[in-house]
């Protein structure tokens, strides 16, 4: 075989690809809207991926060594896979063009529905706020070489005078995050198509030699985590079988395999024995492994700069973690240890943080400067690089010793917690209190909180924060909004409200602004899914609650009906997942010092008069760790600082929360701990395989079955929506359920959304009507 290009010194393994704006974001949504058409969406992508390449040969890789990766997507990387191989659902079997290709109309519909035809189920990627997009695979499935979009960008990228490294997922990953499709037999597993998907990675890693690629990516996330339902052995043996093949390839480029957010452990003595040149090694989340035949001839791209947070860190730690790889190859690469996605553009597009703060953080670019200081440092010594390692550690001694770091008073009071402080009285009890309290019907329903948020609503906000509308117009036009949401609430017959949150930007940065230890960013956008952008929170100091943050919101909302109304909070663990958080004490540290803060606001709520609280922690399964000898710390840290947050009302006070996106059977004993009166779920594009999870725990608190998915435009009908509420109801006790949507409403449309959630109330009416008459029946006979 001849001898492989050289890796370059220095890399990433991926970058932001929304736009240092949100274009992509922008571009696509006036795409669906008919703004614009396929070909402007087109141009805004391929001028920021110009604009990238640009931007980091500024930062200090190289133009023709193979150090970028092109690792664009319209959408989702997994997305673009399906569409690569032709794993296309046969519901979506018309999107397909006669030479077996989709357009970009048809690769959206995938993500977002159409019709009667459900989108692609969505779910988180590894332990990261980001999410991907289900495959579906089955006997069924046929694959082929149907989309050569990276192909065509490689090429884009040499036309303009940069030779890059494309980025695909990785065999063994794409098929250990696949789904059975709805055809497949009982029993099924997608790693089972091993074999027939290989060719199609071959024709396309030789179309990428073809075009003149040195270097491909392949992204194997999937080899560090213990928490997919294959067994071990099987994904192992996968691992040998794939590389062996695609390493047999003739003439093709060199291959670089990732493996991000975790330590390969037994999957590195398999990938080591195959032909493939590089392997990464996560050294941020992971270790540095042992040696193991065939390593010292590997590449090894040592992930030591933290792509997963914010922090400028302890650079000189890092280098010294790079250096101690050489003691398992010769040819070491200084990396980032995931990819960049995960954090914003740069720090110097925010304007607005303390000077000392902004000195202590890393965003993207900082972080390919980081980089390529490091791979300096490695080819020409540590001394070279004297400077930077210094200022670094400087910053870092500084943030430590910050005033805010550490507040006496918030650690003493953690300090002090006893095990009442976790804990309420019986279920039981606490039911039948709460029954006599609410008087709900049979099937109560509800949303999950948020109303969708118009463009004058926005506007009002922009101009609040900007001193350009006084404090008392914004409350009113806030009220306002309010009151048409309670008024269309009760006009759509929903039985627990409310208030819309019309005056939260976002469900984690509403309380940053709002407690002490947090700051928040003008531009830090990070994509969470497709168009989808957050931005996430700073959490750098000790937390606590200097005044009430939504007290006086969910008074007002509940002076407008008599119908009971849920005071709304995030809860601690997804506050925690969603920002960055410091990284110098445990979370769990740090997740009860949240949890005190909101406990404070649930009391504040409860003595005003609000019988219902809603503490969401959507991030639950998202952050527990790959390895599973890490759960159980976890999962006692989670599941205590939300009964930390939520024990301290009394049984009559109800207390809700949100769960979305998730594989709940990993966590059902978790949920059950947490010991929240109502869990909402989502539900319907999974299309209720939670139900027998949940039958299966033997979970026998309130069940929200979220039938109405909101991440599709696409209006269910009243047949569908029964007909998920019914599969519901076979598993779940009447008692237990609930009828909701699958997450808050905020992205969506009012025409949709008012559309939508009338035809949730009226299949609800159809399934309590028949069931009233089935009981009648039955008590007649």
């Known amino acids: 075989m001849p001898i492989s290009p050289a890796f370059p010194t220095g890399t990433i393994l991926g970058y932001p690809r929304i736009g240092r704006r949100r274009e992509l974001k922008k571009a696509v949504e006036a795409f669906w809207s008919g703004a614009i058409d396929a070909v402007a969406v087109e141009s805004v992508a391929a001028e920021l991926r110009s604009a990238t390449r640009e931007r980091l040969v500024d930062l200090g890789l190289g133009r023709a060594d193979s150090s970028i990766p092109e690792s664009f997507s319209y959408y989702d990387q997994v997305l673009d896979t399906i569409v690569a191989v032709g794993a296309i659902p046969t519901r979506f079997a018309s999107l397909v063009g006669a030479d077996g290709t989709i357009d970009l109309a048809g690769y959206f519909t995938l993500a977002r529905g159409e ?31 149907a989309g050569d979009r990276i192909v065509r960008e490689f090429l884009e990228a040499k036309a303009a005078g940069f030779l890059t490294r494309p980025v695909l997922v990785g065999p063994v990953t794409f098929l250990l995050l696949s789904k059975a499709s709805d055809e497949a037999p009982a029993g099924f597993s997608p790693l ?13 890693v030789s179309r990428l030699a073809d075009a003149g690629a040195d270097w491909v990516q392949l992204d194997e996330p999937g080899l560090v985590s213990e928490s997919i339902d294959v067994p071990r052995g099987d994904t192992l043996a996968a691992v040998a079988s794939a590389y062996g093949v695609l390493g047999r390839l003739s003439g093709r480029p060199a291959l670089f395999v990732a493996a991000p957010y975790g330590s390969l452990d037994d999957a590195l003595p398999v990938l080591a024995g195959t032909t493939v040149e590089a392997i990464g090694l996560d050294l941020v989340r992971g270790t540095l492994p042992q040696a193991v035949p065939g390593l010292a001839a590997k590449t090894l791209v040592a992930g030591v700069i933290d792509g997963h ?20 190859s010769d040819s070491v690469t200084v990396s980032t240890s995931t990819s960049l996605l995960h954090v914003p553009h740069d720090v110097l597009d925010e304007t607005s943080l303390p000077v000392d703060l902004a000195s202590w953080l890393a965003f993207a670019d900082q972080k390919v400067g980081q980089v390529a200081t490091l791979a300096f440092g490695l080819a020409a010594g540590r001394a070279a690089i004297a400077i930077p390692l210094a200022d ?51 099937l109560p329903t509800t949303t999950i909180g948020s109303f969708p948020q118009t463009a004058d609503i926005r506007r009002a906000r922009a101009q609040f924060l900007k001193g350009n509308l006084p404090a008392d117009d914004y409350r009113d036009l806030m009220r306002a909004e309010i009151g048409r949401v309670v008024a269309l609430q009760e006009e759509i017959g929903l039985d627990v409200l409310v208030h819309g949150e019309p005056e939260r930007n976002d469900m984690v940065q509403y309380f940053a602004e709002n407690l002490d230890g947090f700051a928040v960013t003008e ?38 009906t008599a ?91 109800q207390i809700h929360t949100h769960l979305c996106y998730s594989e709940f059977g990993v966590v059902i004993e978790a949920i059950r701990n947490l010991d929240a009166d109502v869990t ?68 969506r449309g009012y025409e949709e959304t008012v559309q939508s959630l009338h035809n949730m109330l009226a299949a609800t009416r159809v399934v309590r009507d028949r069931r009233a008459a089935d009981l009648r029946a039955s008590l007649t006979r």
């Open 115 to 145: 019709g009667e035809n459900l989108p692609l189920e969505m779910t988180k990627w590894f332990d990261s706020n980001y999410h991907y997009l289900v495959p579906e695979i089955g006997p069924e499935t046929v694959f082929s070489l």
């Open 680 to 747: 909402s779920i989502e539900a319907a594009r999974s299309r209720m395989e939670v139900v027998q999870q949940i039958e299966a725990g033997g979970f026998n608190h309130g069940i929200g079955a979220g039938i109405y998915d909101i991440h599709s435009p696409r209006v269910p009908s009243v047949d569908e929506l029964t007909t998920l509420l019914d599969t519901a109801l076979e598993s779940i006790p009447e008692r237990q359920v609930w009828v909701n949507p699958d997450c808050g409403l905020k992205t």
């Open 309 to 328: 947070n914010i922090w400028r860190g302890d650079l000189a730690g890092a280098f010294e973690r790079a250096e101690s790889v050489r003691a398992l």
């Open 523 to 560: 531009n830090g956008w990070v994509q969470s899914y497709g168009s989808r952008c957050t931005r996430p929170s700073i959490l750098w100091g000790d937390v606590s609650r200097p005044a009430p943050i939504t007290v006086d919101w969910s008074v007002y909302t509940q002076s407008l």
């Open 392 to 442: 670094a550690a400087a910053a870092l001694t500084a943030r430590l010793a910050a005033p805010g770091v550490r507040n006496g008073s918030v650690r003493a009071r953690s300090a002090a917690l006893t095990d009442a402080d976790f804990t309420r009285g019986a279920y039981a009890d606490r039911l039948t209190a709460q029954n006599a309290a609410l008087q709900l019907p049979s």
């Open 563 to 653: 119908k009971p109304v849920k005071g709304m909070l995030t809860g601690p663990v997804t506050i925690l997942a969603w920002s960055f958080v410091r990284d110098d004490q445990p979370l769990g540290e740090t997740a009860r010092q949240v949890a005190l803060a909101l406990r404070d606001e649930i009391g504040d709520l409860e003595a005003a008069g609000i019988k219902i609280v809603q503490v969401d922690e959507p991030a639950l399964r998202e952050l527990l760790p790959l390895k599973e000898k890490d759960h159980a710390d976890y999962l006692d840290w989670s599941v205590g600082s939300f009964r930390l947050a939520t024990a301290g009302v009394a049984e009559a006070t």
């Open 192 to 204: 089972s198509r091993l074999d027939d998907l290989l060719p199609v990675y071959a024709a396309l």
